[in-house]
T-cell receptor, first 114, second 112 residues
């Protein structure tokens, strides 16, 4: 196990609703990244937080937003849910270094939008 | 921008046979390269990584991968596959201090 935890494990929402997903990073890690994995596809980068600031964003609309807290845990918020938002949402934590960082993934939150 | 291609969507091998999963990347500089494995409904587990140095890297569960700059490849190998290796395998390329790009994955089926 990586020490990265996510909650909830599963979630069902309806179109137009809002959702908040949570992630606790591995001890000693200061960076959290979020990914969306649609069924049968590889993970797609949503954004990354380093020391409570957004540090890079993938091709996702502004209704996907996030936060990182002083203890380095993080939230992913999605507003105005659409059917295509149904996916496994993965959180990964890492420790920023000069020589490249390794991301360790949590078990994910499976979101179903009806 | 970097990208990753895993040419094989699905591979079936017999238990005890050798395995090679292919990964090609597109990146301007020396990339950081990773292989992850995902069991159904689970998160991603790191198998191995390459940042620099020896181009043959050893990972967990008996896996190894070789970085070949001339071929822009980072293929994953295992000499003898076990039934528990059946899973989805993802190759990924990362920039320093930034996001990772994943391939579409290769699903491995192991025949008894």
């Amino acid at each position: 196990e990586t020490g990265v935890t996510q909650s909830p494990t599963h979630l069902i929402k309806t179109r137009g609703q809002q959702v908040t997903l949570r992630c606790s990073s591995q001890s000693g890690h200061n960076t959290v990244s979020w990914y969306q994995q649609a069924l049968g596809q590889g993970p797609q980068f949503i954004f990354q937080y380093y020391r409570e600031e957004e540090n890079g964003r993938g091709n996702f609309p502004p209704r996907f937003s996030g936060l990182q807290f002083p203890n380095y845990s993080s939230e992913l918020n999605v507003n105005a849910l659409e059917l295509d938002d149904s996916a496994l949402y993965l959180c990964a934590s890492s420790q920023r270094t000069s020589g490249g960082e390794t991301q360790y993934f949590g078990p994910g939150t499976r979101l179903l939008v009806l | 921008a970097q990208s990753v291609t895993q040419p094989d969507i699905h591979i079936t091998v017999s238990e005890g046979a050798s395995l090679e999963l292919r990964c090609n990347y597109s990146y301007g500089a020396t990339p950081y390269l990773f292989w992850y494995v995902q069991s159904p409904g689970q998160g991603l587990q790191l198998l191995l990584k390459y940042f620099s140095g020896d181009t043959l890297v050893q990972g967990i569960k008996g896996f190894e991968a070789e970085f070949k700059r001339s071929q822009s490849s980072f293929n994953l190998r295992k000499p003898s596959v076990h039934w528990s290796d059946a899973a989805e395998y993802f190759c990924a390329v990362g920039e320093e201090n930034n996001d990772m790009r994943f391939g579409a994955g290769t699903r491995l089926t192991v025949k008894p």
